[in-house]
C-alpha cells in the first residue's frame, strides 16, 4: 500500500504570542494526518519562543526552528531547508486554517495530477471583506491559472498569497523567498504557477486570515511597502513573463499593474498621503509611452482606456470622477 503523501507546513512566527496557540491547535486538528508542521521563531522578543518550544515538546511532527530575526521571507526560507514532504504549505502564525483543508488540497493535487492547489479564504477583524465562494472545483492548464491570477476581477480568485496554496515540493524545491523585503509572495507565485503544468483551485474558504492585528507588517509604513516592494515585483513579474515568451501574459501583466496604479493613487487621496499620491502621478507619467502602447491593446474595455487617459492628463481630475462615481453612480446600481 502506498503512503500518505507528506506535507510540510512551514509557520512563520514573529511576537504572536497571542495568537500562536490558535494558529497551532487548528494546524494540529487537520483531517489530514502526513503533516509536517515547521514552526519558525523569528526571532521574537515576547513569549512566542516559549510557545513553539511547547509545542515541539508535545508533537513529534512539530519541528521547532529559532533564528535571528530576518523577517517573512527568511523565516519561510529556513522552513524550506529543513522540509522534507511532499508537498509544501505555508500559515502565517496569527491565522489559522479549517480542519480540512490540506485533506481537500492534497486529494485535488492527487485526482488532478496538479502541481499546485489554490483555495479562497476568510477575511476576519474589522474592514474584512465578505467573500462569497462557490464550492466550484477548476482544473487549470498554466495559462489559465496564470490568466485568472493576473485578472482584476477574475470569477474565480487567485491570489498572491502563498498560504492559500499548497506546491509540490518537485515544482518549487528550488524557489526560495526574496529576502529583506515585504509583498515576497507575488514573484514566488508567479514562478510557481509559470512552472506548473496543472493547476486545480477550490473555491472554498480554508483559510483564515487576520487582517486588523495591531503591528502587522501590512498596516505600517504603506507608501513605502508599495514603492520598496510592491511596484519593483510587479514590474518584475511583467519583465520574467516577457523572458519566458508568454507575450500575452506579461502584457496582460502590465495592463493589470498600471490599472492597480491607479487604485493606488486613489488609495493614498483617501488616506490624506497627497506626498505619495503625487509620487504616483509623476511616476505613471514618466512611462506615459508604454501605458499608452499597452492599453492599445484590444482586450482592454474602453472604460479603462478612457480612465488611464484622464489620470496622465490629470491625476486630481481622475480622482474627483472616481468620488462622484462612487457617490452617485455605484448607489444607483445598488438599487
Known amino acids: 500500500m502506498e503512503r500518505e503523501k507528506l506535507v510540510s507546513v512551514i509557520v512563520a512566527a514573529y511576537n504572536i504570542e497571542g495568537y500562536l496557540n490558535r494558529c497551532m491547535d487548528s494546524l494540529l486538528a487537520q483531517t489530514y494526518p502526513a503533516l509536517e508542521i515547521i514552526l519558525v521563531d523569528d526571532g521574537s522578543t515576547d513569549g512566542t519562543p516559549a510557545v513553539c518550544d511547547q509545542y515541539g515538546k508535545e508533537y513529534e511532527n512539530v519541528k521547532v526552528i529559532h533564528r535571528r530575526n530576518g523577517g517573512l521571507s527568511a523565516a519561510r526560507n529556513s522552513g524550506l531547508d529543513v522540509a522534507t514532504g511532499d508537498f509544501i504549505g ?66 474565480y480568485p487567485v491570489y498572491n498569497s502563498v498560504w492559500s496554496k499548497l ?78 515568451g508568454e507575450q500575452e501574459l506579461a502584457k496582460r501583466a502590465a495592463y493589470r499593474f498600471y490599472r492597480r496604479l491607479l487604485d493606488y493613487y486613489v488609495d493614498f487621496r483617501n488616506r490624506k498621503m497627497g506626498k505619495a499620491a503625487r509620487q504616483l502621478a509623476e511616476g505613471l507619467r514618466e512611462e506615459k509611452s508604454e501605458v499608452k502602447r499597452i492599453y492599445g491593446n484590444d482586450f482592454i474595455p474602453i472604460g479603462d482606456k478612457v480612465r488611464m487617459r484622464l489620470a496622465l492628463m490629470t491625476p486630481s481630475g481622475y480622482y474627483m470622477m472616481v468620488k462622484l462615481y462612487d457617490k452617485f453612480v455605484i448607489p444607483l446600481r445598488q438599487n
Not at 488540497?105 to 479562497?120: I, R, T
Not at 506546491?167 to 515576497?184: A, M, N, Y
Not at 477550490?202 to 509604513?221: C, P
Request: one cysteine or more.
Open 167 to 244: 506546491f509540490s515540493r518537485e515544482l518549487v524545491k528550488d524557489i526560495r523567498f526574496v529576502e529583506g523585503k515585504s509583498s515576497e509572495d507575488i514573484m514566488y507565485t508567479t514562478w510557481a504557477l509559470t512552472r506548473a503544468d496543472k493547476c486545480v483551485l477550490l473555491d472554498e474558504a480554508f483559510y483564515n486570515y487576520v487582517v486588523d492585528r495591531s503591528g502587522s507588517i501590512m498596516n505600517i509604513r504603506l507608501a513605502e511597502r508599495r514603492f520598496g516592494d510592491e511596484i519593483p515585483f510587479w514590474k518584475e513579474q511583467i519583465g520574467y513573463l516577457y523572458g519566458l
Open 90 to 155: 505555508y500559515v502565517d502564525g496569527d491565522d489559522w486554517v479549517e480542519p480540512h483543508m490540506y485533506e481537500a488540497l492534497v486529494g485535488a493535487c492527487l485526482e488532478a495530477g496538479a502541481q499546485v492547489a489554490m483555495c479562497n479564504y476568510r477575511e476576519i477583524g474589522e474592514g474584512a471583506q465578505d467573500f462569497h465562494p462557490t464550492g466550484k472545483r477548476l482544473e487549470l492548464t498554466m495559462q489559465e491559472a496564470m490568466g485568472l491570477y493576473l485578472q482584476a476581477n477574475p470569477p
